[in-house]
């Protein structure tokens, strides 16, 4: 069972599990089982991932950015990814533009600049296919503003 919710400015996630993250290692005297990855019905890493994903800040270095305060429209599709990330936009006015795709431990794997985009739609395309499963959090700069976006490539 898992229950989330917001608060104010907050978020909160609840897993009522007796072993969700015990990788099996504890307390010798106590019986434990390995819900991370091992058991048929008590695997949680994907549950823990995506809580980890949502309870995360969307930026580290600047102020988050409500997305909707850069962009007329910004969409990321299709969802899950598969072959590649096809985002589709328009800015609500001229800037520079960049986009960093990061993985979940936080490390670089892709950085594309886009230099200074005047006002209109546009469409970019990324390749994934080489990339590993998994989260990623994908953080578009408009100048000095940032946002991020999580995504799930399968």
């Known amino acids: 069972m898992v229950a989330y919710a917001r608060y104010g400015q907050g978020k909160v996630v609840a897993i009522g599990d007796s072993s969700p993250c015990d990788d ?3 307390d010798s005297n106590d019986v434990l089982y390995n ?4 058991d048929a019905n008590g695997n949680h890493q994907r549950l823990l991932m995506n809580a980890m ?3 995360a800040p969307n930026s580290t270095t600047t102020a988050v950015v409500n997305i909707t305060n850069l ?3 910004f969409k990321i599709a299709p969802m899950p990814l ?3 990330i096809n985002l589709q936009y ?3 006015s001229s800037n520079t533009v960049q986009f960093i795709l990061t993985n979940s431990a936080g490390e670089m794997v892709k950085h594309w600049y ?3 985009v005047s006002l209109g739609n546009y469409t970019e395309k990324l390749n994934v296919q080489t990339f590993s499963k998994g989260y990623y959090i994908l953080t ?3 100048g000095n503003n940032k946002t991020g976006q999580p995504i799930i490539i399968q």
């Open 82 to 84: 598969h072959t590649e």
């Open 140 to 142: 578009v700069q408009i």
């Open 114 to 116: 886009k230099g200074f």
């Open 71 to 73: 962009f007329n429209y």
């Open 35 to 38: 819900g991370y990855t091992l």
């Open 90 to 92: 328009s800015l609500k």
């Open 24 to 26: 099996g290692t504890g």
């Open 53 to 55: 994903v949502w309870l």
